[in-house]
């Protein structure tokens, strides 16, 4: 994120992330709850929105090129990344 504030171009967005794993919502929700040692199943519901799912991905892979423009190579992959701020969280 320092990078970012140094050397990014204002008001232009940038995602965080890591782009070597390209996961699904559910593989997203399985490693949260995993890391967080959460014993519930995870619920899933329909959207009431029509809409929703007319231009919706069902996997998530952020577009770094922005990030990688200004020197930034992701280390940390998801599972670390959700424990290290899941931690935090329970720090604060």
Do not use: W
């Amino acid at each position: 994120m320092l990078a970012i504030l140094l050397k990014g171009k204002a008001g232009e967005a940038y995602n965080l992330g890591n782009d070597q794993e390209e996961l699904s919502m559910r593989q997203v929700a399985e490693t949260l709850k995993e890391v967080a040692g959460h014993p519930q199943p995870i619920a899933f519901r329909t959207s009431p929105d029509p809409h929703y799912l007319s231009d919706n991905p069902q996997r998530r892979c952020p577009d770094l090129s922005r990030l990688k423009a200004l020197g930034y190579a992701p280390e940390v992959m998801i599972a670390e990344g959700l424990a290290r701020t899941l931690a935090s969280y329970r720090e604060a």
